[in-house]
């Protein structure tokens, strides 16, 4: 008995994708569908009623208006921002479910929080033998319920079925597996999206580590329209234009982007710095960039030279099969699926 059909949903500040596959149990899954549009203004952090029917509104258009028409059950990301992470060592381990108990006594424990306040999820990490006890070291994952059932809500109120939820971390590291051989180094993941960054690091497939930075790509159109004076719309045209390339208007553009990127490559650098301070044999060697705003003119030279390590735009698509009809739409802006395609690729459900 194979999987429910089912459509991975990531609902960002600027733009909603979702994605379906088939097969997702060989090496190759198949496209079965998929769906882009943009969120409309203002409502994504908006809590009340009316936002939120607005928001289900449009999710319901864009959904019957692509090829996922027709698919019901829905699995949706939770945003990094919303996430509480903690790494956990040497978690007792008899099985499973006593792996998941102990997780959330642990979560619940750091957040101080009520048995109902929270849902947690885990990455594990490694398991081995403490004799005569088995041990795992654990990335516990805790989100608000309050958080979730805005989701949930939303999702209903469009006529779909949430069958499962995940972070956005765990999602994008999936969404990379099988692009490239196994290496006994992680690497690093940085999701540019509008109003964060968010930083991943797997190893093996697995997410070990994440965070997420309140700057991004927005903060960059912002500089670029005080910078000149420029309205929103226009500055964005710039931004996407002529990026942070220094060859481009005697570099007049790059160095009202720069600070901003700067603060974001300063956090970024700790991350690397951290990992190679505390897990020196296994710190990333590489950084994949994905979101719409990894595509950023002069972007990769940039991180290389800031961060000096591989600089890389990710392609989630790279293992799976797309018919030929649709290869021209989806190669425009590849790293833009991430998260929807990890969410799809989910088997575990
Ligand atoms: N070619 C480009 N160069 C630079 N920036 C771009 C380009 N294309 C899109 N962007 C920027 O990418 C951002 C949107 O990216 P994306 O759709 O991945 O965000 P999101 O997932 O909706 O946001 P978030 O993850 O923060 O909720 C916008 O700020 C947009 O200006
Ligand atoms: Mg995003």
């Known amino acids: 008995m194979g999987l429910p059909r089912f459509f991975g949903i990531d609902i960002g500040n600027h733009s909603i994708k979702a994605i379906s596959l088939a097969d997702t149990d060989t090496n190759s899954p198949r496209l079965v569908g998929y769906a882009y549009g943009s969120t409309p203004v203002g409502l994504f952090n908006s809590d009340n009623e009316e936002a939120l029917h607005l928001l289900a509104k449009s999710i319901k258009e864009i959904i019957q208006s692509s090829s996922l028409n027709g698919i019901n059950r829905v699995v949706f990301a939770v945003p990094e921002s919303h996430v509480y992470r903690r790494l956990l060592v040497r978690i007792p381990y008899v099985d499973e479910h006593s792996l998941d108990t ?23 990490i490694g398991v081995r033998y403490e004799d005569p006890v088995k041990v795992a070291d654990v990335l516990g994952i805790a989100v608000k319920v309050s ?38 180094y992680s690497y690093m993941i940085v999701d540019f999206g509008s109003g964060s960054t968010d930083v991943s690091v797997g190893l093996n497939g697995k997410l070990i580590y994440s965070d997420s ?79 719409d705003a990894a595509n950023m003119p002069g972007l990769v030279p940039y991180m290389h030279d800031k961060l000096n390590v591989d600089i890389e735009i990710a392609n989630p698509w790279a293992t799976i099969r797309v018919a030929e009809r649709d290869l021209a739409f989806l190669r425009r802006n590849a790293s833009t699926y991430s998260v929807s395609i990890g969410l799809a690729k989910k088997t575990d459900i």
């Open 213 to 291: 930075i309140p700057y991004g790509s927005d903060s960059v159109t912002k500089a670029i329209a005080q910078t000149f004076s420029m309205d929103f719309v226009k500055a964005e045209e710039y931004k996407k234009t002529y990026g942070i390339d220094p060859s481009n208007f005697n570099g007049k553009l790059a160095n009202a982007i720069v600070p901003v990127m700067d603060m974001i490559m300063g956090d970024i650098r700790k991350i690397i710095e951290y990992f190679r301070r505390e897990f020196m044999q296994i710190a990333p060697n590489k950084v994949f960039i994905v979101g």
């Open 102 to 124: 102990a997780v959330l006594f642990e979560m619940k424990k750091w957040l101080n929080s009520q048995l109902d306040d929270i849902r947690v999820d885990k990455s594990v």
């Open 147 to 184: 958080v979730l059932d805005k989701y949930l809500k939303v999702l209903e109120l469009a006529g779909f079925e949430p069958i499962a939820a995940e972070t956005e971390a765990i999602a994008t590291v999936r969404s990379l597996t099988g692009s490239f051989a196994d290496s006994p």
